[in-house]
């Protein structure tokens, strides 16, 4: 029997964690999220997740220097962590520092689930249903509902960005 995979997001921009969030648990995925490093810390001490998602753009302590102390750690060394960055320089540091790969913002999360879900499986990290590569109407109505889902949390950015004008 498997059991429900498991994905940190480390970020300070709530709404991306938001519409991450979103999108995996369609997917099937318990989401941890955290807006900083030490609250990062916190989430991994109750919990270990199968990928982590990290903004290399952290408030307060590097991302990079964050990398390579998650990469040091037993408990966390070996779990898949995708960086993230609005820089492709800052996609080399990570990938220098360990992480397994890169993902360039603004992205789409449906690309991110294309790339953390063999991470998992490569790493042997929760346990992964086969799927098909045919899509069925199942699979259909959860990329609908992905989108609607995208729609309105980017409608709700525009409408908080036009209100802080």
Partial sequence: MSRTRRV?????????CELVRTTFELEGFDVDTAYDVIEAERVLVESRPD?????IGLPGIDGIFYLERLRETPQTSKIPIVAISGSDEAGRAARGAGAQAFMRKPFSPLELIALVSPLIRENGFGELEPRNDVVDAADL????????????LL???YAQTVAVL
């Fill in 8 to 16: 940190l997001v480390i970020d300070d921009d709530r709404l991306l």
């Fill in 51 to 55: 990928a982590i998602l990290l903004d």
């Fill in 141 to 152: 109505n959860r990329l609908i509902e992905i989108g609607r889902r995208q729609h309105q």
């Fill in 155 to 157: 409608t709700e950015a």
